[in-house]
């Protein structure tokens, strides 16, 4: 069977990484990697195509930036074409971005079968552009693989046959226990003076903070506070430092005294980072996971998450962009007052092997 694997942006290539490789082991399986270009400059995917042993994609479609419908639009059209030129056995999508939604349309209106890993979360806020990816992508995938039970339980209360939804677990997990010894070996604290526990890693990159002013401006205020009592490190995302230097915030929190603003990191790099921080501030999804994974204290940028698992079992807890909630959570943290969390069910580094037995089952 040949299964087109589609990547987009930096997330999808920690997952796809592991899925690859299990796939390689199928005696039924003939994987094929499309990545349509969506992060296209070196820091954002190519290191991550080295570090994690990605191959070469076999196609290229080079979509860069657009705006999200425009760049839907461009992603469809080409891959239409793809669609055409191997007919394969399915498409596998990851994850909920732009890359994902018009992919596994384009497949459907082909007739071919759509594999959507992380299917069935939900954050229940439509403003969110992902939110929206999910759900249609879901809408149209014949083999739906989800993370965590809630997942599971979202699919069925929406009216999805159980016979497509398999409980695989979290394909992230995967990568973070395979390259371990490789995060562990990274020199990153080093390079940036800093010690375990005695520094906080901030990310964000939400078009919902980083492209509002004024919320953007509540977490900068948090985080300057926040930074009087704990170092803090800022890997900036290019759209994010972008929208800092446009709102004249970026020259602040330089000359903030203990944060240091940096490039985005590699893999290794920054898994040394949030694995030996004090305590994570994000508005990543994934991070919310890795933090919970690794015991790590997480405040996350949101009013809501699709991955509540990490809240209700893990070590996060929501803030969204209200500045007295982050510094109040940042100081019980430094107080000492923070849950212990635990690993959820099947994040155990076997997701690639679940996924590539669930395919084989269900198309061979």
Not at 52 to 80: H, R, V, W
Not at 113 to 125: C, L, M, P, Q
Not at 176 to 200: C, E, H, M, P, W
């Amino acid at each position: 069977m040949k299964i087109l694997n589609v990547v987009g942006v930096r997330p999808n290539l920690m997952k796809i990484a592991p899925i690859l490789e299990a796939m390689k082991t199928s005696p039924f399986i003939e994987p094929v990697l499309l990545h349509t270009g969506q992060h296209y400059d070196d820091r954002m995917s190519g290191s991550f195509f080295r570090e994690l042993s990605i191959p070469e994609p076999d196609i290229y479609l080079g979509i860069t930036s657009e705006t999200q419908t425009k760049q839907i639009a461009k992603i469809m059209n080409c891959f239409d074409d793809v669609c055409k030129a191997l007919n394969p056995a399915a498409v596998l999508v990851v994850g909920s971005v732009s890359s994902t939604l018009a992919c596994s349309l384009t497949a459907t209106m082909n007739n071919i079968k759509v594999i959507h890993v992380e299917a069935g979360i939900r954050s229940f806020d439509k403003s969110m552009p992902e939110e929206i990816c999910r759900i249609v992508t879901d809408s149209v995938s014949h083999l739906l693989l989800v993370p965590s039970r809630d997942a599971y339980q979202n699919l069925i209360n929406e009216g999805h046959n159980e016979k497509n939804i398999r409980l695989v677990g979290n394909i992230m997990i995967d990568t973070l226990k395979k390259n371990q010894s490789r995060i562990t070996a990274s020199r990153v604290l080093d390079v940036f003076g800093l010690q375990k526990d005695n520094y906080v890693t901030l990310t964000m990159h939400l078009s919902a903070n980083v492209d509002n002013i004024d919320r953007l401006r509540n977490i900068i205020s948090a985080i300057a506070h926040i930074q009087n009592k704990i170092k803090i490190i800022f890997p900036v995302h290019p759209r994010t430092r972008k929208n800092l230097i446009e709102f004249n915030l970026l020259d602040y929190l330089n000359s903030l005294n203990n944060i240091i603003v940096t490039e985005p990191l590699g893999y290794f790099d920054f898994g040394k980072l949030i694995s030996n921080s004090k305590f994570v501030i994000t508005d990543s999804g994934g991070i919310q996971e890795e933090t919970t994974v690794y015991g790590i204290p997480c405040i996350t940028l949101r009013e809501s998450t699709e991955r509540p698992v990490t809240v209700i079992e893990g070590t996060n807890e929501l803030a969204g962009n209200d500045t007295s909630l982050i510094i109040h959570l940042a100081e019980s943290i430094l107080a000492g007052k923070w849950k212990t969390g635990k690993i959820p069910e099947l994040w155990d580094g076997l997701t690639a092997r679940r996924i590539v037995a669930a395919i084989e089952e269900e198309l061979s």
